[in-house]
């Protein structure tokens, strides 16, 4: 298996701009977990779908955030429109269908917004 | 209270040595708990699972304290290749699923 799969690795926009980061999960994952890493803030969950459906976003900082599952292999976090604080690492992440197991990470979008 | 605490770091220790880091949570419902290892500009990878009884593999060893809400990590003979952050992790609890996690304590081992 080739593991959590994120586009684009590295995205460099202007503020106002939409970004869409993408994250295929590993097959039979159950569980996508979007996160985002700052050095003050460290890793935060944004949100998270179970069997493709949204379970909670309250992570979600403000309406600007928006994520889609539309099937079990893909997911987009849409950024519109983005603005220099929203510079970070995204990670998306995905876990078996049992509450507690580990997530395995994909390898990172590292977002700047200029 | 956070969430999840750690001491930052950085520990510096020489190769050899042995190193121990503490973490704190706060959400007594947490059932599931981590270490993970995250090298420089990489994603977080798991390094091992914390059971109730205190679990080892290999140099490692993970304990759990429940009454007072702290996991520990203990490295024997560190290498080079042990400097990292790691990251404390525990489940959301109250039947929540995801992880919340720490911001990690950064190990240096020196020569």
């Known amino acids: 298996d080739a593991g959590v799969i994120q586009s684009p690795r590295h995205e460099v926009t202007e503020m106002g701009q939409e970004v869409t980061l993408r994250c295929k999960p590993i097959?039979?994952?159950?569980?996508l977990f979007w996160y985002r890493q700052t050095m003050m803030r460290g890793l935060e969950l944004l949100i998270y779908?179970?069997?493709?459906?949204?379970?909670?976003d309250s992570g979600m900082p403000e309406d600007r955030f928006s994520a889609k599952m539309p099937n079990a292999s893909f997911s987009t976090l849409k950024i519109q429109p983005s603005e220099p604080r929203d510079s970070a690492v995204y990670f998306c992440?995905?876990?078996?269908?049992?509450?507690?197991?580990?997530?395995?990470f994909g390898q990172g979008t590292r977002l700047t917004v200029v | 209270r956070k969430e999840v605490e750690q001491d930052p770091g950085p520990f510096n220790v020489p190769e050899g040595a042995t190193v121990a880091f503490n973490c704190t949570y706060s959400?007594?419902?947490?059932?599931?708990f981590f270490w993970y290892r995250q090298d420089c500009r990489k994603e977080p990878k798991l390094l091992m699972s914390?059971?109730?009884s205190g679990n080892e593999d290999g140099r490692f060893t993970a304990q759990l304290n429940r009454a007072s809400q702290y996991i520990s990590l203990l490295i024997r003979d560190s290498k080079l290749s042990d400097s990292a952050t790691y990251l404390c992790?525990?489940?959301?609890?109250?039947?929540?699923?995801?992880?919340?996690f720490g911001k990690g304590t950064h190990l240096i081992i020196q020569p």
């Open positions: 992440a995905s876990s078996f269908p049992r509450r507690g197991t580990e997530a395995f």
């Open positions: 097959s039979g994952h159950d569980y």
């Open positions: 779908f179970n069997n493709n459906v949204p379970i909670d």
């Open positions: 959400n007594s419902a947490s059932q599931s």
């Open positions: 914390v059971y109730s």
């Open positions: 992790v525990v489940n959301r609890g109250g039947g929540a699923d995801g992880l919340t």
